[in-house]
T-cell receptor, first 114, second 110 residues
Framework: GAVVSQHPSRVICKSGTSVKIECRSLDFQATTMFWYRQFPKQSLMLMATSNEGSKATYEQGVEKDKFLINHASLTLSTLTVTSAHPEDSSFYIC??????????FGPGTRLTVL | GEDVEQSLFLSVREGDSSVINCTYTDSSSTYLYWYKQEPGAGLQLLTYIFSNMDMKQDQRLTVLLNKKDKHLSLRIADTQTGDSAIYFCAEKAGANNLFFGTGTRLTVIP
């Protein structure tokens, strides 16, 4: 089956620093990747839709200058949390879509900002 | 926007059946999904149902869809301790976006 990886799985950083999270589709090409954020004991919230070779589409309320998304190839999308603050601490999950509309999720990255 | 709701908690005894319910508001949903999330992990797709189906069975899992009432359920037969997790329903309406419910935390009591 299709496999999506994320790196790192866990990251701790200081306030004000930037953190990059990678999402890779290992055995298929994904024209579209999605970034979700999950707050403790809450559901997943779609942050943005990332299309290879074009600018990401951000959901309402998500700051595009704070959460930079780059989808440089059909197998890699990156999310950079810039000038991180403690309230950015969360579980970030990516998913990659196939032409059949099925989505495959990465294992998630837990970000802790001190 | 789309609104997907689930009850937050469910406890069952090992060996019993679990039924997790979900309601949604968007009548144009094409697919409805059930995902399982184990502690600290990402989402695992359990099963999905196309909106023109009423029922889908996959081993211990049975999905029922009442499109008129916009109600989706997941039944897990012979629930095991390894089934303890958070279960999310999600609907796909329009493009590739998925809209998730709040998740139901299933606790299986040995």
């Amino acid at each position: 089956g299709a496999v999506v990886s994320q790196h790192p799985s866990r990251v701790i950083c200081k306030s004000g620093t930037s953190v990059k999270i990678e999402c890779r589709s290992l055995d298929f090409q994904a024209t579209t990747m999605f970034w979700y954020r999950q707050f403790p004991k809450q559901s997943l919230m779609l942050m943005a839709t990332s299309n290879e070779g074009s600018k990401a589409t951000y959901e309402q309320g998500v700051e595009k200058d704070k959460f930079l998304i780059n989808h440089a190839s059909l197998t890699l999308s990156t999310l950079t949390v810039t000038s991180a603050h403690p309230e950015d601490s969360s579980f970030y999950i990516c998913s990659a879509g196939l032409a059949s509309d099925e989505q495959f999720f990465g294992p998630g990255t837990r970000l802790t900002v001190l | 926007g789309e609104d997907v709701e689930q009850s937050l908690f469910l406890s069952v005894r090992e060996g019993d059946s679990s039924v997790i319910n979900c309601t949604y508001t968007d009548s144009s949903s094409t697919y409805l999904y059930w995902y399982k999330q184990e502690p600290g992990a990402g989402l695992q797709l359990l099963t999905y149902i196309f909106s023109n189906m009423d029922m889908k069975q996959d081993q211990r899992l049975t999905v029922l869809l009442n499109k008129k009432d916009k109600h989706l359920s997941l039944r897990i037969a012979d629930t095991q301790t390894g089934d303890s997790a958070i279960y999310f329903c999600a609907e796909k309406a329009g493009a590739n976006n998925l809209f998730f419910g709040t998740g139901t935390r299933l606790t299986v009591i040995p």
